[in-house]
């Protein structure tokens, strides 16, 4: 049973920074794509950032150059950094994985963690 569970959110003020994690178990961690999605208040999930089982990525426009997706195989983690952090990345962040491969940008998403708080004060 796959299990995915976040950590490292929190109140940041804008233009700091934070690094959440996600802790993969289950199910061959190398062979997943993972990403991170978000969901602000009245707003629809939206991916953030994709990470294929080769290390390829992808990121959401509003992100570029400010949020960096990463993995470590050997902990079966997935980590997001996050700099220069405005009010506008105020979501919670949800960890997903999947093994369907194929093309990461039209991955379907089909594990997900519980989420994680990340508030960005003004």
Not at 42 to 60: D, F, H, P, W
Not at 87 to 94: I, K, Q, S, W
């Amino acid at each position: 049973q796959v299990q995915l569970v976040e950590s490292g959110g929190g109140l940041v003020q804008a233009g700091g920074s934070l690094r959440l994690s996600c802790a993969a178990s289950g199910r061959s961690f190398s062979a997943s794509y993972m990403a991170w999605h978000r969901q602000a208040p009245g707003k629809q999930r939206e991916l953030v950032a994709a990470i294929s089982s080769g290390g390829s990525t992808n990121y959401v426009e509003s992100v570029k150059g400010r949020f960096t997706i990463s993995r470590d195989n050997a902990k079966n983690v997935v980590y997001l950094q996050m700099n220069s952090l405005n009010t506008e990345d105020t979501a919670v962040y949800y960890c997903a994985a999947s093994w369907l491969g194929g093309n990461l940008a039209a991955s379907r998403w089909n594990y997900w963690g519980q989420g994680t708080q990340v508030t960005v004060s003004s």
